[in-house]
């Protein structure tokens, strides 16, 4: 008998794109130097959309 996998691709893509957050929030100095109050917003976007991901596997 096989098992349904725990979590599913929305899961660790909701991950994957938390990961690039914490990334970028390490250069997000140069990113603010770059792209003024938009880098924030931009690290902002990307963890709403991890979150969501994440939330929305519902497993």
Do not use: S
């Amino acid at each position: 008998m096989q098992q349904e996998p725990k979590h599913g691709p929305r899961f660790w893509l909701g991950n994957g794109i938390l990961a690039l957050a914490a990334v970028f929030l390490l250069f997000i100095d140069q990113a603010a130097q770059w792209m003024g109050t938009g880098a924030v917003a931009l690290w902002m976007g990307l963890v709403a959309v991890g979150v969501y991901l994440i939330v929305k596997d519902g497993r």
